[in-house]
């Protein structure tokens, strides 16, 4: 069974940074690109970055460039999403998903707040 | 950057056609991929290129494709059918987008 657990979402301040991980299991995590979507209360989906299987591409939302960095570590099964510079228009809950985007996780939440 | 442009609301009554469209440019090359979001729960694949539908998915729900416009048509819709529904694409520099999103009432 396919399982996606992210982790490390909390509250910042403007201006902090976080790491956001997440957790595979199920399936060969380095056969897949992975994808990070977020998700502002009350609001639609918002794609954030995406990452080919072996790691060594990497694509961001214009919203995000330079200041998120995704990365992953095939060892681990895991996957990353690096946010710095947080705005208060980060706040959103953060989701990790396999591509084609068939699995996802739960999700965790970041409020960047003062 | 590209966009894709949904309706905010559909409404049926349970057993009625609900068709939920998306429109963009981008969509007359690239395919396009479904998902419903329930309240408090992460999005699900419905459907992806256009007109495939993911194993476990009811097949009333199916996709379609003309020009810049798909449509996701739920056949017979249910009550449980009732969440938010969003297309999705991603362009030629492989970045990603979403509709706005459309909440569908059957009731």
């Given at each position: 069974e396919v399982q996606l657990l992210e982790s490390g979402g909390g509250l910042v301040?403007?201006?902090?940074?976080?790491?956001?991980?997440?957790?595979?299991?199920?399936?060969?995590?380095?056969?897949?690109?992975?994808?990070?979507?977020?998700?502002?209360p009350g609001k639609g989906l918002d794609w954030v970055s995406?990452?080919?299987?072996?790691?060594?591409?990497?694509?961001?939302?214009?919203?995000?460039?330079?200041?998120?960095?995704?990365?992953?570590?095939?060892?681990?099964?895991?996957?990353?999403?690096?946010?710095?510079?947080?705005r208060v228009e980060d706040t959103a809950i953060y989701y990790c998903a396999k591509e084609p985007l068939d699995y996802w996780g739960q999700g965790t939440l970041v409020t960047v707040s003062s | 950057s590209y966009e894709l442009t949904q309706?905010?609301?559909?409404?049926?009554?349970?057993?009625?056609?609900?068709?939920?469209?998306?429109?963009?440019?981008?969509?007359?090359?690239?395919?396009?991929?479904?998902f419903q979001q329930?309240?408090?729960?992460?999005?699900?694949?419905?459907?992806?290129?256009?007109?495939?539908?993911?194993?476990?998915?009811?097949?009333?729900?199916?996709?379609?494709?003309?020009?810049?416009?798909?449509?996701?048509t739920i056949s017979g819709a249910q009550v449980e059918d009732e969440a938010d529904y969003y297309c999705y694409s991603a362009g030629d520099n492989n970045l990603g987008v979403f509709g706005g999103g459309t909440k569908l009432t059957v009731l």
């Amino acid at each position: 069974e396919v399982q996606l657990l992210e982790s490390g979402g909390g509250l910042v301040q403007p201006g902090g940074s976080l790491r956001l991980s997440c957790a595979a299991s199920g399936f060969t995590f380095s056969n897949y690109a992975m994808s990070w979507v977020r998700q502002a209360p009350g609001k639609g989906l918002d794609w954030v970055s995406a990452i080919s299987d072996g790691g060594d591409v990497s694509y961001y939302a214009d919203s995000v460039k330079g200041r998120f960095t995704i990365s992953r570590d095939n060892s681990k099964n895991t996957l990353y999403l690096h946010l710095n510079s947080l705005r208060v228009e980060d706040t959103a809950i953060y989701y990790c998903a396999k591509e084609p985007l068939d699995y996802w996780g739960q999700g965790t939440l970041v409020t960047v707040s003062s | 950057s590209y966009e894709l442009t949904q309706p905010s609301s559909v409404s049926v009554s349970p057993g009625q056609t609900a068709r939920i469209t998306c429109s963009g440019d981008i969509l007359a090359k690239k395919y396009a991929r479904w998902f419903q979001q329930k309240p408090g729960q992460a999005p699900v694949l419905v459907n992806y290129k256009d007109t495939e539908r993911p194993s476990g998915i009811p097949e009333r729900f199916s996709g379609s494709s003309s020009g810049t416009t798909v449509t996701l048509t739920i056949s017979g819709a249910q009550v449980e059918d009732e969440a938010d529904y969003y297309c999705y694409s991603a362009g030629d520099n492989n970045l990603g987008v979403f509709g706005g999103g459309t909440k569908l009432t059957v009731l």
